[in-house]
Nanobody
Framework: QVQLVESGGGLVQAGGSLRLSCAAS????????MGWFRQAPGKGREFVAS???????DYAGSVRGRFTISRDNAKNTVYLQMNSLKPEDTAVYYC?????????WGQGTQVTVSS
C-alpha cells in the first residue's frame, strides 16, 4: 500500500511559478512510475507528466517546455516544477503512483492561476 500526499499548490499570477511536491509512504518507491494529473472544474482528469523508475519523462503537449517532473528516491518524493503558468493551468493537481497492476492517488492540491 502506498499513500501519497501532495503539497505546494496555491494562487499565483499568470507567468509565475509553483513547485508541487508529492511525498510517498510505503516501500519500493524507486520502482514506481510516478505521475501528475490534473482536473479543471467541469472537466475530466488529464495527464500532465510522468517519470519512470529509470528517470525517463513524458509530458502532455500543453505543458511541455514549461513544466518539469523530477524525483528524489532518497526522499520518496516526486516534484512538478511549473513555470510560465497560464490561467488554463488552473486545476486540482493529483499525484499518481503505478507499479504493475496497482495504482494509487493522492488527495490533490489546488493550483489557481489568475490573469
Amino acid at each position: 500500500q502506498v499513500q501519497l500526499v501532495e503539497s505546494g499548490g496555491g494562487l499565483v499570477q499568470a507567468g509565475g511559478s509553483l513547485r508541487l511536491s508529492c511525498a510517498a509512504s510505503g516501500r519500493h518507491f524507486s520502482s514506481y512510475v510516478m505521475g501528475w494529473f490534473r482536473q479543471a472544474p467541469g472537466k475530466g482528469r488529464e495527464f500532465v507528466a510522468s517519470i519512470s523508475s529509470t528517470g525517463s519523462t513524458d509530458y502532455a503537449g500543453s505543458v511541455r517546455g514549461r513544466f518539469t517532473i523530477s524525483r528524489d528516491n532518497a526522499k520518496n518524493t516526486v516534484y512538478l516544477q511549473m513555470n510560465s503558468l497560464k490561467p488554463e493551468d488552473t486545476a486540482v493537481y493529483y499525484c499518481n503512483a503505478r507499479l504493475r497492476f496497482s495504482t494509487y492517488w493522492g488527495q490533490g492540491t489546488q493550483v489557481t492561476v489568475s490573469s
